[in-house]
């Protein structure tokens, strides 16, 4: 169904001062004894979009879908769809605005450079029948910022290609020393980088405005807390324990992982509890320990 929010999150960036130059600029087999019981109405949602041939063809490893999915979870918004797709215009159109019209959130990673197969910005207007529009204010902070850190730096062809942005769209600049900015077109769809520490930060300075969206929902302090509890025993000894522990805690979301053989701490499961109510994530982190004969497991373990 489509989300309402996006004309609301568009006013978020209205603040945002175009002449501004740019400052914020495990692995392993999980099975979840869940059902979509956390989900609440009023919850901000996101959905991702990774976006490169790289990606699929195995030559680059993507870290910035892990990056937003811990940021987001620590913030309290849910990010219910991580997409990974090739450098193809239809396919970036036809994701996006699924992802747009589904969720509150959307944030996209990759093809904002200058080479040919870095078309997510003409993708993205495609996708909402936008013009495409050279952006004066990006395009004077790159070449101030650029030719200061590079030698011999000149304006080329290639380059103006970085700053050609669909229009109209919300250009944020919140880093001074970056000239790359957060893209935001309809409403809610966030066009960041590929490169990894540019996502990051980019990410991370938006958080203010994510924020102001969840206090807007009437969200404050309802972030999401987790325990984590781990055990010598197998998920087969388990199983039905978390399957009867779920069915009476239908807010709180039990995940079993599993470990390959025993590590040297003992481990074979890893349980989690995930909720909103940090009382009630505490009290049933607590009876698993007694339960499984668990103890309280920490990621460097």
């Given at each position: ?69 811990k940021k987001l979870f620590n913030l ?35 093809g904002i450079g200058p080479t040919l ?45 970085m700053v050609i942005f669909p229009s ?134």
């Amino acid at each position: 169904h489509t989300r309402p929010l996006a004309q609301f999150t568009s006013s978020l960036y209205k603040h945002s001062t175009p002449t501004a130059i740019l400052t914020a600029i495990r692995p392993s087999f999980r099975t979840y004894i869940s059902t979509e019981t956390m989900s609440q109405p009023e919850i901000v949602t996101a959905g991702c979009c990774i976006i490169g041939d790289e990606i699929l063809n195995g030559k680059t490893r993507d870290s910035n879908a892990n990056y937003l999915a811990k940021k987001l979870f620590n913030l309290g918004i849910d990010l219910k769809r991580i997409s990974v797709i090739k450098d193809d215009q239809e396919e970036i159109a036809e994701t996006v605005r699924e992802l747009s019209k589904k969720y509150d959130l959307v944030f996209t990673s990759g093809g904002i450079g200058p080479t040919l197969d870095d078309i997510t910005y003409s993708s993205i207007a495609h996708a909402f029948g936008l013009e495409l529009k050279l952006d004066d204010d990006t395009c004077k902070a790159m070449a101030e910022i650029s030719s200061k850190r590079i030698s011999k730096w000149t304006l080329t062809e290639a380059r103006k290609r970085m700053v050609i942005f669909p229009s109209p769209a919300e250009i944020v600049r919140v880093r001074e020393d970056m000239w790359v900015p957060v893209v935001v077109v309809n409403g809610n769809v966030h066009i960041l980088p590929g490169i990894p520490k540019l996502f990051e930060s980019l990410l991370d300075s938006l958080e203010p405005r994510l924020l102001e969206l969840i206090d807007k929902r009437g969200l404050k302090d309802t972030k999401y807390h987790r325990i984590q509890v781990a055990t010598s025993l197998g998920e087969g000894d388990i199983a039905q324990y978390l399957l009867e522990l779920q069915g009476r805690s239908s807010d709180i979301k039990i995940g079993s992982y599993p470990k390959w053989g025993t590590d040297k701490n003992g481990v074979r499961v890893v349980v989690s509890a995930i909720g909103r109510d940090e009382q009630k994530v505490k009290e049933v982190g607590q009876e698993i320990q007694k339960k499984i004969n668990g103890w309280v497991y920490l990621e460097t373990e």
